[in-house]
């Protein structure tokens, strides 16, 4: 069982940054594919980038590509979010996941956290 609990989110100004962590809590952190997704109001939750488990391979969507660094220190079964040049589009539930990696753009989350929002005001 992998148990993942977010933090980092917050309201932020347009074209600001935050940085969201994820911290699991398991042995087998370094095996996982890790991940997050977000959901905005009244909106499916999305993939925005995904790691695998060396950090050998990122993937972001098109959308946040050059603004958001995705990170993983395995010696703190930690993973990271770094978000710059924030927009109010980015307003969403952000959720950190545990899965694998199925194809260059896609992963399968087989755990999730709970979640932390992040509000980007114009």
């Known amino acids: 069982q992998v148990q993942l609990v977010e933090s980092g989110g917050g309201l932020v100004q347009a074209g600001g940054s935050l940085r969201l962590s994820c911290a699991a809590s398991?042995?087998?952190?370094?095996?996982?594919?890790m991940g997050w997704f977000r959901q905005a109001p009244g909106k499916e939750r999305d993939l925005v980038a995904f790691i695998n488990w060396d950090s050998s391979y990122k993937y972001y969507v098109a959308s946040v590509k050059g603004r958001f660094t995705i990170s993983r220190d395995n010696a703190k079964n930690t993973m990271y979010l770094q978000m710059s040049s924030l927009k109010p589009e980015d307003t969403a539930l952000y959720y950190c996941a545990a899965g694998v990696i199925v194809s260059t753009t896609q992963m399968k989350a087989n755990y999730w956290g709970q979640g932390t929002q992040v509000t980007v005001s114009s």
């Open positions: 398991v042995g087998s952190f370094s095996t996982h594919a």
